[in-house]
């Protein structure tokens, strides 16, 4: 099983993506709010971030070993730390949406 991304804006959760070696995600949040982005298997972690308008924010995901899965972890990068790392990588995949 794979970590999802997802991010929560205040009344509920949004899904982003699902996480793979590699790979990338992205997604845009308002501004001027707390967001909560988080990733989840048999445990959660999660980076609060309170939104300005026009910043970008870089969040990197790693799994480490679980007792039956992967384990999420969430750090929040700097940003040119964010732009030398994210040249080798691919995006992630979209999520289907349910019918």
């Known amino acids: 099983m794979r970590p999802k991304w997802a991010v929560n804006?205040?009344?509920e959760d949004r899904a982003?993506?699902?996480?793979y070696p590699g790979s990338f995600s992205h997604?845009?949040?308002d501004a001027n709010r707390e967001v909560e982005v988080w990733a989840k298997t048999e445990t959660k972690s999660s980076?609060?971030?309170d939104t300005e308008n026009?910043?970008?924010?870089?969040?990197?995901?790693t799994v480490g070993w679980g007792m039956v899965i992967?384990?999420?972890h969430?750090?929040?990068?700097?940003?040119?730390?964010?732009r030398k790392e994210i040249s080798?990588?691919?995006a992630a995949p979209p999520l289907k949406k349910k019918k």
């Open 54 to 61: 026009g910043a970008i924010y870089c969040i990197k995901a």
């Open 88 to 90: 080798s990588l691919r």
């Open 70 to 72: 992967g384990r999420p």
């Open 16 to 19: 982003i993506a699902v996480i």
């Open 74 to 82: 969430l750090t929040r990068m700097d940003d040119e730390t964010c």
């Open 27 to 29: 997604t845009q949040v």
């Open 47 to 49: 980076v609060v971030l």
């Open 9 to 11: 804006e205040g009344a």
